[in-house]
């Protein structure tokens, strides 16, 4: 998503500069041609200096999501053994190695097979719950695959241990994942769930996915969880090693689409690429988030950190906000949490916007050789706390007719560009 960026376009901060001073430049309008900077007269800056913002979960969560009861005298049993299965209940069939679930219901799995596959072929209003109880599931293909279906819910058992792996050869290769489903699809439940999606992607969801519950080892040769239209985590355990991108929300056809959400949970990430990817809008409000290795731990059009324990390894940019597409609100926006960002040696920036840098609370730790900030629009800052190199800076000052260059093209400077630190 980075766009490449000519030499006066991107300013670096060296080391030597970087623990002289700290600029950012004023708010103003979205804009990559802006050049002017002003300096803040709030000098408010500790954490709680402003009141997050939180965003309304009802958009990206809905009550049943949460939910990973069922009533097991009621449910259909399915059990696997090698090759085959059994099941007991109604709106599911079994023919060979293949399990449909066509209606909908409470599924409840356990067993160990090989090559068996759960497919979901039900209505498209129809809502079903698949509960892993104790399932180890091994195959070629995609070992769960919802071809239709209105809504599938993944519950994961209370204190079951679930298992499942696909392998490097499908033959089914538009199901390119372990886990794939075509329409919506929640995680949830207090089990936990070890995917190795050897083939692509190991959970993935053409439409919404999300996770509300559960703990998740997830190793992918692709990415670890993916989602087409939009990606939403909270209350949940995920740990994840993926060969591109860990989280990936990403979407060709619909800018507006390819949106990643974080509330709350625990996810670890060491990735190959992105640690978390939006191709359009990224938010984060809360959760402990380490991304111990990555060539961007978070990138996004825009991206939005309200809250949440973020510690950042990137060998390009740490958060980075960029769009090819025309007219895209491009930002990063800082209002809480607690963020460390470390990036490597190279053409790499802690934070880089192809727009705007707007921050007002929270605290930003900054470790760079190279360069902590990199802007083509127009910096705020009126609150929080930032730190480069173990020096913090708290003072907004505006060095010259630059903009946010360092120096604004003075003698010794480093300034002269639009939005360089």
Same mark, same amino acid.
């Given at each position: 998503? &980075? &766009? ?49 913002? &939180? ?6 969560f809905?009550?049943? #999501?949460? $939910? ?20 007991t ?25 090989e090559?068996?596959q ?7 209003s ?5 509960? %892993?109880?104790?399932v ?8 769960? %695959? ?9 519950? %994961? ?8 792996? #696909? ?60 989602? #087409?239209?939009?990606?939403?985590? &909270?209350? @949940?355990t ?9 989280i990936?929300?990403?979407n ?41 290795? =990555?060539?961007?731990? %978070?990138e ?5 950190i ?16 960029? =769009?090819?597409?025309?007219?895209? #609100? ?11 960002v470390e990036?490597?040696?190279? $053409?790499?920036?802690?934070l880089?916007s192809?727009?705007d ?7 930003? @730790?900054?470790?760079?050789t ?8 127009t ?42 630190w």
């Open positions: 998503m &980075k &766009k490449a960026k000519s030499k006066f376009q991107k300013i670096k901060l060296l080391v030597p500069l970087a623990l002289a001073t700290l600029a950012l430049a004023a708010c103003s309008t979205n804009s990559s041609s802006s050049t002017t900077a002003s300096t803040s007269s709030s000098q408010n800056t500790s954490a709680a200096s402003t009141s997050q913002t &939180k965003t309304n979960t009802a958009d990206y809905a009550a049943e #999501d949460s $939910d990973a009861s069922y009533d097991a005298s009621k449910a259909t049993t399915i059990s696997l053994s090698g090759s085959s299965a059994q099941s209940g109604d709106g599911v069939s079994v023919s060979g190695s293949t399990v449909t679930i066509s209606a909908a219901g409470t599924y409840v799995i356990s067993g160990s097979s090559n068996v759960i497919v979901v072929k039900a209505g498209d129809d809502q079903v719950q698949i509960v %892993l109880n104790g180890t599931m091994t195959g070629t293909d995609a070992a769960i %695959l919802v071809e239709q279906a209105g809504k599938t819910t993944l519950t %994961l058992a209370d204190g079951s241990k679930n298992s499942i792996s #696909d392998s490097s050869n499908h033959s089914n290769t538009d199901a390119d994942a372990a886990v794939f489903s075509s329409s919506d699809l929640t995680l949830n439940g207090s089990g936990s769930l070890t995917v190795d999606g050897k083939y692509e992607t190991a959970i993935k969801s053409e439409s919404t996915l999300r996770v509300t519950g559960g703990t998740y080892t997830i190793n992918a040769a692709k990415h670890g969880l993916s989602a #087409d239209n939009a990606l939403n985590i &909270k209350d @949940a995920i740990d994840v090693k993926a060969t591109e991108d860990a990936h929300a990403d060709d056809n619909d800018t507006s689409l390819g949106n990643l959400y974080i509330q709350s949970g625990t996810v670890t990430i060491d990735a190959g690429d992105d640690g978390l990817h939006a191709s359009n809008t990224a938010v984060i409000d809360g959760g402990t988030i380490k991304v111990s290795n =990555s060539t961007e731990a %978070l996004g059009t825009n991206v939005t309200n809250g949440g324990e973020l510690d950042f390894y990137a060998t390009d940019d740490g958060i980075n906000a960029a =769009s090819d597409v025309s007219g895209a #609100d491009i930002f990063i926006k800082i209002t809480g949490g607690e963020i460390k990036v490597g040696q190279g $053409d790499t920036d802690a880089d192809n727009g840098i707007i921050m007002s609370g929270g605290n930003l @730790a900054i470790t760079s190279v360069s902590a900030f990199d802007f083509d629009g910096a705020t800052y009126t609150g929080g706390t930032i730190t480069v190199n173990g020096e913090t800076r708290t003072e907004i000052t505006a060095d010259g007719p630059g903009g946010g260059g360092f120096g604004g093209g003075a003698p010794g400077g480093q300034g002269g560009g639009p939005g360089g």
